[in-house]
T-cell receptor, first 113, second 113 residues
Framework: DQQVKQNSPSLSVQEGRISILNCDYTNSMFDYFLWYKKYPAEGPTFLIS?????DKNEDGRFTVFLNKSAKHLSLHIVPSQPGDSAVYFC????????????FGQGTTLQVKP | DVKVTQSSRYLVKRTGEKVFLECVQDMDHENMFWYRQDPGLGLRLIYF???????EKGDIPEGYSVSREKKERFSLILESASTNQTSMYLC????????????FGSGTRLTVV
């Protein structure tokens, strides 16, 4: 049972435009959400996170939005740059899963120059 | 800077071999994890450990075992490698609260022939 889902395997965006990556979850006990970025042949690196007590968190060009009623979060990248081309994973955790992170399937973002 | 080091970037092993994947962290983290990454399936948890000599099964433990004799080292063992274990293996560590996220190693690309 996939508790964290990224339904779009890939996304292509023009440089300078907005990239929006989506993530849905099913477990209402999740209370912390993170986004990771992964380049080929490298490990994932932490990008941005949000607690369930917030609905928005911003860090430079990256903003994460959380809609708890819809069990949905999204990552906005503005403006998108070619160096943002990577696989993006969303992840969730909560008291019910003893601190483990549950990851989505990943979305491959391509930013075209 | 926090570091998680995986001993090999690329490995090629034969079916039936016993394979050891080593992971070392220098951050005094309590938690360590082994994931595998496969296209379309995201990151799936194999095993994790919250303390020395302690281990718990993740979502896909079959065909794997682990060892944590020291706090900084977490080893993944493929008892008898099979072709369906060809994958990217990622080690991660974290503090006791996952809200700080994981730090990942660079990964080991294992090919079983």
């Amino acid at each position: 049972d996939q508790q964290v889902k990224q339904n779009s395997p890939s996304l292509s965006v023009q440089e300078g435009r907005i990239s929006i990556l989506n993530c849905d979850y099913t477990n209402s006990m999740f209370d912390y959400f993170l986004w990771y970025k992964k380049y080929p042949a490298e490990g994932p690196t932490f990008l941005i996170s949000i607690s369930s007590i917030k609905d928005k968190n911003e860090d430079g060009r990256f903003t994460v939005f959380l809609n708890k009623s819809a069990k949905h979060l999204s990552l906005h990248i503005v403006p998108s740059q070619p160096g943002d081309s990577a696989v993006y994973f969303c992840a969730a955790s909560g008291m019910s899963n003893t601190g483990k992170l549950i990851f989505g399937q990943g979305t491959t973002l391509q930013v075209k120059p | 800077d926090v570091k998680v080091t995986q001993s090999s970037r690329y490995l090629v092993k034969r079916t039936g071999e016993k394979v050891f994947l080593e992971c070392v962290q220098d951050m005094d983290h309590e938690n360590m994890f082994w994931y595998r990454q496969d296209p379309g399936l995201g990151l799936r948890l194999i095993y994790f450990s919250y303390d020395v000599k302690m281990k718990e099964k993740g979502d896909i433990p079959e065909g794997y075992s682990v060892s944590r004799e020291k706090k900084e080292r977490f080893s993944l063992i493929l008892e008898s490698a099979s072709t369906n274990q060809t994958s990217m293996y990622l080690c991660a560590s974290s503090l006791s609260t996952v809200n700080y996220g994981y730090t990942f190693g660079s990964g080991t690309r294992l090919t079983v022939v």
